[in-house]
């Protein structure tokens, strides 16, 4: 579903994402783990469009995307959840899903704002409530129901579990696993929640320094000593 190939970006000249090559098979979870400031949100702003390669390629369902505008990628299928969420805090939760729907992805899911209610019953309860007052745990369900309304091939999160409370963490990753399971959502999950990832991911990315240097199964993790090799923690 989706494939880098020597897939180099950074800022005003300056490279941050150095060679990454990697792919997220159809159908399946793949988390990409790393320390913070090795490049994980500078390569996930690549893949959606909103920072340019400066050298390889990026390929989406067998398409070359890599000079594609980020409103392409989306209307293609990319959904994408963003480190702080992004929400439009002064429209109300109904208005942000309008915004989701709006994308319309061709090909997509068929997901639609009753099933995202049902899966998160306070965005119900709250939906003529302006975004900006609800709680980190409540925006960042919001963020994952204005994707999931635009009918994504393949979604994006970045640190989801950033500034939210455990029990909200822990629903997000069993919507992430339902999700794959009723309707085969490819998701990459880029993430330093090591219970988030081993909880849902299959396969597990982990980025240093701009670049992948291993590739590992998710619930490998789950094991101190490998986690202290692959992360310093």
Sequence with gaps: MLELASVASGYGGIPIVRSVGLAARRGEIVAVVGRNGVGKTTLVRTIVGLLTPTAGTIRFDGADITRASASDRARAGIGYVPQGRGIFGRLTVEENLDMGELIGAAGGGAIDRDRVFDWFPILRERRRQRAGTLSGGQQQMLAIGRVLVGRPRLMILDEPSEGVQPSIVQRIGEIISQLNAETA??????????????????????????????EIAAGDLADPETARKYLSI
């Design 185 to 214: 959502l490819t998701t990459v999950l880029v993430e330093q929640n090591i219970d988030l990832v081993v909880g849902c991911a299959q396969r597990c990315l982990i980025i240093d320094k701009g670049t992948i240097v291993a």
